[in-house]
């Protein structure tokens, strides 16, 4: 299944760092094209629906961010693998758990925002809690970071991007 997972740039570069060790997502949660995520549209390819999926995957990475203290720039980083994961009905419709740590041969590529978005993700970091609980405010500073698209990497690019931080 393809999955997306949150992560940090922290993240990356521990992955960067030890290639020979696998990729573990917080608490295993990550985000995929489900069925019940496929019901809740009426409308949607499986790509739409992917960038669906996607997307929660960005937002669960602002969670990760508000945790993170390193001095790399604070940017919502999303992994992307094909791992073995279940779904679970008890949380939103695209989440899922996955059922080990990734291998990197499993890791299709990595989304990361680009410099332009670091302000506003920054602003998000700091509200999503009250965005999360109806907070106007909160809502408008991740719906504003939202409007920034990742960019892709593939996976032989990454020591580059974080060598380039």
Do not use: C, N
């Not at 549209?41 to 669906?52: K, P, T």
């Not at 940017?75 to 740590?101: G, I, S």
């Amino acid at each position: 299944m393809r999955v997306y997972l949150p992560a940090t740039l922290t993240m990356i570069q521990a992955l960067m760092a030890a290639p020979d060790t696998p990729f573990a997502p917080v608490g295993g949660t990550g985000f995929a094209l489900t069925p019940a995520l496929r019901e809740a549209y009426v409308a949607g390819d499986d790509e739409e629906l992917e960038e669906v999926a996607l997307r929660e995957a960005a937002r669960a990475s602002l969670r990760l961010l508000s945790a993170d203290d390193s001095d790399l720039p604070v940017r919502r980083v999303v992994v992307v693998a094909d791992a073995d994961a279940a779904v679970r009905p008890d949380l939103d419709d695209a989440v899922v758990k996955v059922a080990a740590p990734v291998p990197h041969s499993a890791i299709v590529a990595v989304h990361v925002d680009g410099a332009e978005a670091e302000s506003a993700v920054v602003k998000a970091v700091e509200l999503i809690d009250a965005a999360d609980l109806g907070d106007e405010d909160g809502e408008l500073a991740v719906g504003d970071v939202e409007d920034h698209d990742l960019g892709w990497y593939a996976t032989q690019e990454l020591p580059f991007l974080l060598e380039l931080l």
